[in-house]
Structures are given as C-alpha cells and as structure tokens.
C-alpha cells in the first residue's frame, strides 16, 4: 500500500477541456510537491505547496494542500497537448528526510 | 551544469549477478536518494543519505545496499540481482532550502532474466 494515491490513474482528453487530478493520503505532511515526466527522463518540479489551503497557480495549473495537509489537488484549464505526460505527486512526511511519491497519472492530451 | 548524472542508461543482468548503479551530483547537495519506477506504482523510495557518511532505508530497501563516502557520490549496489528487480531506477539530489526540488537523473533502465 502507497502512502499517496493519485486518481485518476490515466486521463485521455481533448484540447480545450478542463481536467483535475487528485492526490489523497491518510497522513500529514510538511509540504507537497508535484512533478511532471516524460518519457525517457527524469521528473521535474512543478510546485511545492507548504502551508494547509494554500493556492498556487502556475499558467494554467492551478494546486491546492488541503486544510489538513493530508491531500492535493491539480487542475489544468484548457488542456494543451504539451500538457501530455506523467504527473505525480510527492509528499515529505512530518517525521523524516523521505519524499513518498504517488502512483502517478498519466495524461493524454489530443490534438 | 551537469546537475545529476547517472550510468549506465541501460543494463541486461541474468539473476544471480551483481552490479552497481552509479549516480553521481555536481550541486553539493547533501540530500541524495534511489527510487524505483514500475508501471503503475509512481516512484518507491529504497535508499537515502542526507549526508556523506550517512544512509537510511526508504520503503523499498530489501536486495539493495548503499554507501556516501563523498558528497558527490551515491551508488546503488544488487547484490544478487532477481527478476523483481527489474525496473527504471532514478537517482536524486535535493539542495537544504525548505522548497527545494527533487533533482532527478535520466535513470537506468534495469531488466533482469
């Protein structure tokens, strides 16, 4: 069992439409950071959000920590086909040097 | 700037076998970590080091052995390498700033028969 779920697991939408990926736990954590892959690299930071309902935007990606620090949320507005690739979320917990990543959700944006 | 570089991008092991994965940091940061990527499963922490002479187990530790004898440095040792192990490993290194990112390699492609 992963400390983060991430849902949905895969997203194909078209250009245009709006999206939004959820990233749930049952534990608290000091911050949270999301990232985005494509294939053959390494994941890159998007954002770090630290404080419980704490917004940030970032073009046309909006993410959210929940009050309690236990859940996130990403929503992209009018979806673009350079969006496509893989996004996941990653949380420190409050104990600890260690970064649990979720299970991804992986995005298809078509043309 | 190089940032993380990890070697070898791909490797073909036969169960039984031994290798090491190098990674290898020119940031000075002090935080270093592995993670395994399999579908499916996001990334699963197995070793990390805050500091050179320092490591811990991440959730996934078992078959994997580590050492930081240099800030540069993180290698990540099969000792006797299994199928289950096959994966895409990726090495990171993180500055001490509160919002600092994961700084990730381009991985290893890792398949044991």
């Known amino acids: 069992t992963q400390l983060l779920e991430q849902s949905p697991q895969f997203l194909s939408i078209q250009e245009g439409e709006n999206l939004t990926v959820y990233c749930n736990s049952s534990?608290?954590?000091?911050?949270l950071q999301w990232y985005r892959q494509e294939p053959g690299e390494g994941p890159v930071l998007l954002v770090t959000?630290?404080?419980?309902?704490e917004v940030k935007k970032l073009k046309r990606l909006t993410f959210q920590f929940g009050d309690a620090r236990k859940d996130s949320s990403l929503h992209i507005t009018a979806a673009q086909p350079g969006d496509t690739g893989l996004y996941l979320c990653a949380g420190e917990p409050l104990t600890g040097n260690q970064f649990y990543f979720g299970t991804g959700t992986s995005l298809t944006v078509i043309p | 700037n190089a940032g993380v570089t990890q070697t070898p991008k791909f490797q073909v092991l036969k169960t039984g076998q031994s290798m090491t994965l190098q990674c290898a940091q020119d940031?000075?940061?002090?935080?270093m970590s592995w993670y395994r990527q399999d579908p499916g499963m996001g990334l699963r922490l197995i070793h990390y080091?805050?500091?050179?002479?320092?490591?811990d187990q991440g959730e996934v530790p078992n078959g994997y052995n580590v050492s930081r004898s240099t800030t540069e440095d993180f290698p990540l040792r099969l000792l006797s390498a299994a199928p289950s192990q096959t994966s895409v490993y990726f090495c990171?290194?993180?500055?001490?700033?509160?919002?600092?990112?994961?700084?990730f390699g381009n991985g290893t492609r890792l398949t044991v028969t």
């Open positions: 534990s608290v954590f000091s911050s």
């Open positions: 959000v630290v404080t419980g309902g």
């Open positions: 080091s805050v500091g050179a002479g320092i490591t």
């Open positions: 990171a290194s993180m500055g001490a700033r509160l919002d600092s990112p994961l700084h």
């Open positions: 940031m000075n940061h002090e935080y």
